[in-house]
């Protein structure tokens, strides 16, 4: 079934049909109002003695350089915790699936015998959230107490800073 939405622009002061939305600002507050032809061009000629004298504003909304670089920094620390954390869920999930085919093939063992099973219970019993290239070279490694986790957390900037 097809859908029709049709927007009819309605005058905010009378009612009738308008054509148009007018914006503007005043005090620092932006105002928008829908308009027919005649209410705007009104309008307009009430501001124009006013916009004839005046100065077009700045944007207050400027940045300085150094929040440019602290919000750049923000942005490239987010995308490489990203990119972190998709990568320990990848691995999360090759290890789920290993185990559950080394469950699968010790049933389908068990039947032959319970060594298959006693090996799968072996490697349950270690867990680690560290990715195979990194404990291969903990295995190499002479510090093994200083392990390195596959995902680091960084530190975020809050909005009050």
Not at 25 to 54: T, W
Not at 58 to 79: G, L, V, W
Not at 80 to 86: D, F, N, S, V
Request: glycine residues 4%; hydrophobic residues 30%; without cysteine.
């Amino acid at each position: 079934m097809a859908e029709r939405i049709q927007v009819e622009l309605v005058d905010d002061i009378d009612g009738s049909r308008a054509q148009q939305t007018v914006t503007f600002a005043l005090d620092g507050v932006a105002y928008e109002i829908d308009l027919s032809e005649r209410h705007a061009q009104q309008l307009r000629a009430v501001f124009a003695r006013y916009i004839e004298r005046a100065r077009t504003a700045e944007q207050t909304s400027r940045k300085t350089r150094q929040q440019e670089q602290e919000e750049r920094r923000a942005r490239q620390t987010n995308r490489q915790l990203t990119e972190q954390i998709r990568g320990a869920a990848q691995r999360s999930r090759d290890r789920m699936n290993e185990q559950a085919q080394a469950k699968a093939a010790a049933k389908q063992d068990s039947s032959e015998g319970g060594k298959a099973e006693e090996e799968f219970v072996a490697q349950e019993e270690e867990p680690t959230l560290f990715s195979q290239h990194e404990s291969s070279e903990r295995k190499t490694d002479e510090s093994a107490d200083a392990r390195v986790p596959a995902v680091s957390l960084p530190h975020f900037l809050s909005a009050a800073d």
